[in-house]
């Protein structure tokens, strides 16, 4: 059945009397009819697909990465979800009408993706390869945000159980309506993930005609990391490659900013002010790191939470690291820190779609557990040198010649680029059914705003890897197993 639903787009969820409608119900808003292929063109270019100021789900990552702790005085009064994401409780909505900020934005982009990918090549007025490539990049947005969901409500993947572990519901009809859904499995939710990137492979542009919308480049390096993620660096590896070469032959590539350079005096991210450097964590617009440009408003580098990187993630950084100038010891009122712990005020504005710092990250990963160290070496040092003197980028020796080593001193450089951005809750998941950090356990800490013991809260492995559905869709599809 053709839908004809086009533009605004609401969500609403099951109401608390009844059963009988699905979770994923959409209504349109206007009644626009899309027939002309520039109006599907218009559906993938609509600002909730990169834009997420409001922070778009993308505060949950952040709260349940370990690299962060909370100071008290601000930690304490701060919303109840906050605190129950960063305390790992086991229900975090606790009411039917709690609708997750996350669910709220990536079903309705479901919904328009699973609309474009339907109808644009029955569409009129535009030639065929246009519609496929529109049809491209819908499939390549629905596989992210399955890649997303798959990471906050299913088990990590583990080859050994994904195909019975529960998944994440896949919906492929934009009018999927009146519909109870079955969660599938971890296996078929990877699987959709990849069938769709492979297809949109086929048909995106090398080079789209702006950032904020996927290109072959970005497609490639997403199902890279989807592969490694699998832990199938042998698959992820030459996907990252391509995906490096094709961006630097585009017309407009994305490229590593040089921090010796930008702090430099005259740099560009000098001044540095209040809210931190004139860099990209501060400028919405800028995506020069940017493979696929997608930005979240991170609530926390304001303080108001108490959010502030753990110790042990502070004391990753060299003195010499110039990514250490996105941090200050200071309260959000401007106060000092008394115990010198540090907030990431720098980072205003996250980019969390594809970005050329991470391709750089997953490819050394890639090489390091092929065993190919000497270009895992490489890679890192090369990265490194991007982010303090090159003198300092050099992985020590001992670490350089060791597998396991080099593994675990990438993921540490994962924390020092990424830290209280997001991106350490999706290393815990891996690393919670990854041989080499057998034994992790994760903490999270609140300090008293005078000397004294934090209090401790221990994620309990391995049910809080995965956020519970919430109830809002218990109730609307009884027949749903839920995580524990």
């Known amino acids: 059945m053709r839908t004809r639903y086009i533009y605004c787009l609401l969500l609403i969820f099951a109401s608390l009397s009844s059963c009988k409608k699905d979770f994923l119900e959409v209504i349109p808003k206007g009644r626009q009819i899309a027939e002309k292929t520039e109006d599907y063109a218009l559906l993938m270019n609509n600002s909730t697909f990169y834009q997420y100021l409001n ?8 709260l349940m990465g ?10 304490n009064s701060a919303n109840p979800q906050t605190q129950r994401l960063f305390r790992w409780d086991d229900v975090i909505y606790e009411q ?21 990918i339907n109808d644009v090549m029955s569409s009129t007025g535009g030639t065929e390869q246009r519609k496929k490539s529109l049809q491209a990049e819908a499939l ?33 009809e934009a009018d999927a309506m009146e519909t ?19 297809a949109a492979i086929e048909n995106l542009p090398m080079e789209n005609v702006m950032k904020t919308r996927f290109s072959k480049p970005a497609a490639q390096a997403l199902l890279g990391k989807v592969y490694l993620f699998m832990g199938k660096p042998d698959l992820a590896l030459p996907l990252l490659e391509s995906a490096l070469k094709n961006n630097a032959n585009s017309a407009s590539p994305a490229r590593l900013y040089d921090y010796n350079v930008t702090f430099a005096p005259g740099g560009a991210f000098l001044p540095i002010a209040n809210n931190g450097p004139t860099s990209p964590g501060n400028n919405y617009n800028d995506f020069t790191e940017s493979v696929l440009a997608k930005t979240f408003g991170n609530p926390f580098a304001f303080g108001n939470s108490g959010i502030i ?12 690291d110039l990514r250490l100038k996105f941090y200050s010891p200071t309260y959000s009122t401007g106060l000092p820190n008394p115990q010198g712990r540090l907030r990431k005020y ?18 050394a990963e890639c090489r390091a557990r092929l ?40 993921f540490d450089e994962r924390v020092r680029e990424f830290a209280a951005e997001g991106y350490r809750w999706f290393d815990m998941r891996r690393m919670s059914v990854d041989p080499i950090f057998q034994g992790i356990t994760f903490t999270h800490k609140v300090y008293p705003s005078t000397a004294g013991d934090p209090t401790i809260f221990t994620l309990r492995q391995p049910d809080r890897l995965v956020l519970r559905l919430p109830a809002n869709i218990m109730v609307s599809n009884p027949g749903m197993e839920n995580n524990p």
């Open 55 to 62: 922070s778009g789900g993308w505060q949950v990552p952040v």
């Open 66 to 75: 370990d690299d962060i702790a909370a100071e008290a005085t601000f930690f």
């Open 96 to 116: 039917v009408m709690d609708v997750p900020s996350d669910l709220r934005s990536f079903l309705p982009q479901i919904y328009t993706c699973n609309l474009v």
């Open 140 to 172: 390549a947005n629905r596989a992210w945000i399955y890649f997303q969901l798959v990471n906050f409500y299913a088990k990590p993947y583990n080859a050994a159980t994904a195909s019975t572990d529960p998944g994440f519901p896949i919906i492929t």
């Open 180 to 198: 109870f859904f079955s969660r599938g499995t971890v296996q078929g939710t990877y699987d959709f993930i990849i069938a769709d990137l492979l």
């Open 309 to 320: 990187i753990s110790p042990e993630t502070a004391a990753l950084y060299s003195p010499s």
């Open 346 to 363: 720098g980072v205003s504005y996250s980019k969390f779609g594809v970005g050329l710092p991470e391709v750089y990250l997953l490819l």
């Open 371 to 410: 065993n190919r160290l000497d270009a895992a070496v490489s890679d890192l040092e090369a990265f490194r040198a991007k982010r303090m003197p090159v003198a300092d980028a050099k992985v020590p020796a001992t670490i350089a010649g060791n597998q396991n080593a080099l593994i675990r001193f990438i």
